[in-house]
């Protein structure tokens, strides 16, 4: 089973760029879409639409509500999201390729 996004969510995940070094992933969703479980590497996201979602990942669930404009670093992980909120979301992801530190994470952080 594939846990990329592109792939568990084509519908959701696009992959706008990639090389040898990054991948950028367009995320656009609804008011309660879901996504399957998936992973990310260590991430930095965009958000170009505020939010309202829920994350669910290791039997844990986190509300994230996040303004447009706001830019975070999200450590590798692997999760499931719902926008529970009333607006679309619309997001760039940058996926770093290459490895990071063990530090580096911010577990069940702000992704979809």
Not at 29 to 44: I, K, N, S
Not at 65 to 71: D, R, T
Request: charged share 30%; aromatic share 8%; hydrophobic share 30%.
């Amino acid at each position: 089973m594939s846990y990329d996004p592109a792939v568990t969510d084509p519908d959701l995940y696009k992959v706008v760029f990639e090389n040898d070094r990054v991948r950028v992933l367009e995320y656009r969703d609804r008011p309660g879409d879901r996504t399957h479980p998936h992973r990310h590497p260590d991430t930095v996201m965009y958000t170009l639409s505020s939010f309202r979602r829920r994350l669910t990942a290791e039997g844990r669930q986190v509300e994230v509500e996040l303004p447009a404009g706001q830019v975070r670093w999200v450590g590798a992980q692997e999760h499931a999201g719902e926008n529970i909120g009333h607006t679309e979301t619309h997001s760039l992801f940058i996926e770093l390729k290459e490895p990071g530190s063990q530090s580096a994470g911010d577990h069940l952080g702000p992704q979809s």
